[in-house]
């Protein structure tokens, strides 16, 4: 089992910043990928970022490309979701996911991000 816990969600006004964290405890040397996740309001889930939990390689969709950077610290378990320039469209609940066997197995509780216009 992989627990994944995630925080930094908030309000904030369009062209701010915000830094999800995604600390994730159990079974992480399993893990092999994670990646962060958004459901906006009437809308299906979608993917947002991911990074390979041992080479450090890098996915974004095109949505968030030049905006949102993913980063992970092996050391404290934990992957960040830096977001700049955040605009409406960006509102959504984030969730934080763990790649285990052939897909994203563990997924945390979400977080609330709001942008205002």
């Known amino acids: 089992q992989v627990q994944l816990v995630e925080s930094g969600g908030g309000l904030v006004q369009a062209g701010a910043s915000l830094r999800l964290s995604c600390a994730a405890s159990?079974?992480?040397?399993?893990?092999?990928?994670l990646g962060w996740f958004r459901r906006a309001p009437g809308k299906e889930r979608e993917f947002v970022a991911s990074?390979?939990?041992?080479?450090?390689?890098?996915y974004y969709a095109d949505s968030v490309k030049g905006r949102f950077t993913i980063s992970r610290d092996n050391a404290k378990n934990t992957v960040y979701l830096q977001m700049n320039s955040l605009n409406p469209e960006d509102t959504a609940v984030y969730y934080c996911?763990?790649?285990?066997?052939?897909?994203?197995?563990?997924w945390g509780q979400g977080t609330q991000v709001t942008v205002s216009s």
């Open positions: 996911a763990a790649y285990v066997t052939d897909t994203f197995d563990y």
């Open positions: 990074i390979s939990w041992s080479g450090g390689r890098t």
């Open positions: 159990g079974r992480t040397s399993r893990v092999y990928r």
